[in-house]
C-alpha cells in the first residue's frame, strides 16, 4: 500500500500565538493512522517555533519555498542546508502561487527539486493547469510539460524520494475544487506517465490533491484510487478542519 500524506499549507498566514495553539490542538487531535502522515508547511520565520512544537509527535514538518542555489549572494532566499537544520522533511516546491506571482518557471521549479534533494528534503512537486487552459482541453499536456521538466533534469528514480501535488490553479483558494472524476483523471494521467519509465515507483508515488479541500469534501476526492491525500490551503489553519480532513484520509 503506498503512503497517504494530508500536508497542510500555511502560506503567509500565522503568529507565534496562533500556531502554538493549532500546533498543540493538532498533535491533540490527529491519530496515529496506518500508512498515513501529516505534515504543515509553515512560513520560514516560524520553522523553529514548529520543530519544537512538533519534534517526537507524529506530524512532520516542511517549508513552502526552497532557494535553488547551496549558498552564496542570494538576498532573502533560503537554502536547503538550512531548512534541514530546523528539522524540515518536505519543502514545497512548484506551488501555482511561485510560479504566478515570483516568475518560477519550469526550469526553476526543477533546479529547486533538485536542491531540495540535494539538502535531503522531500520536495513536494506542485503541477497544475489554470482555468483557460482546461477550458481549452489543455490539461494533460500542462501536467505533461511541467512534469517533464523536473524528470529531465532529475531523473525518474528521483521521484522515489519525492511527493507530487496536484493543483489545479483554478481551484486553490478558490473554493471551487475540482470533482473527485477530474482529480482522478489527472492523477492517473500523472501516474501512467511515469509509469512508463518505472512502473513500480509509478505505483508507490504519492500523488496529494490540492485546491479546496474541505472537511466536506475531503471524503470523495480522498476515495479516488489514484489520490493518495491532499495539500490543503485555507483549511489547514483551522485545527478542526485539518483533524477532519485527515480523517478522511485514513483507509
Ligand atoms: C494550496 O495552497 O496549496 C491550496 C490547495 O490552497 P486551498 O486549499 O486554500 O485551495
Redesign the pocket.
Known amino acids: 500500500m503506498r503512503a497517504r500524506l494530508v500536508a497542510g ?1 500555511w ?1 503567509m498566514h500565522g503568529s507565534l500565538a496562533a500556531n502554538a495553539r493549532l500546533l498543540d490542538a493538532l498533535k491533540a487531535g490527529l491519530e496515529r493512522a496506518e500508512g498515513l502522515g501529516y505534515a504543515v508547511c509553515a512560513p520560514f520565520p516560524f520553522l523553529p517555533q514548529v520543530s519544537e512544537a512538533l519534534s517526537g509527535s507524529r506530524i512532520a514538518w516542511g517549508a513552502q519555498n526552497v532557494s535553488e542555489h547551496d549558498s552564496g549572494p542570494y538576498t532573502g532566499e533560503v537554502s536547503g542546508a538550512m531548512l534541514k537544520e530546523f528539522g524540515c522533511r518536505f519543502a ?1 516546491v512548484g ?3 511561485r510560479r504566478g506571482l515570483y516568475g518560477e518557471d519550469d526550469s526553476r521549479v526543477a533546479a529547486k527539486f533538485i536542491a531540495a534533494q540535494r539538502a535531503g528534503l522531500e520536495p513536494i512537486l ?1 503541477v497544475g493547469e489554470a482555468l483557460a487552459q482546461r477550458e481549452r482541453g489543455e490539461t494533460e499536456n500542462v501536467v505533461a510539460r511541467q512534469l517533464d521538466a523536473v524528470l529531465d533534469v532529475a531523473g525518474v528514480a528521483a521521484l522515489a524520494n519525492a511527493v507530487l ?1 496536484y ?1 489545479p490553479v483554478w ?5 471551487r ?1 475540482a470533482t473527485p472524476q477530474q482529480a482522478q483523471d489527472v492523477h492517473a494521467f500523472i501516474r501512467k506517465r511515469i509509469g512508463a519509465s518505472d512502473r513500480a515507483l509509478a505505483g508507490n508515488l504519492t500523488i496529494l490533491y ?5 472537511a466536506n469534501n475531503a471524503p470523495e476526492l480522498f476515495a479516488m484510487p489514484d489520490v493518495d491525500g ?7 489553519l483551522v485545527a478542526e478542519d485539518f483533524i477532519a480532513i485527515c480523517a478522511a484520509a485514513q483507509r
Open positions: 499549507n502560506k514545497i506551488h501555482s502561487e506542485c501535488a493543483e481551484a486553490i483558494g478558490t473554493g475544487n490540492g485546491g479546496s479541500v474541505k491532499g495539500l490543503i490551503g485555507g483549511a489547514s
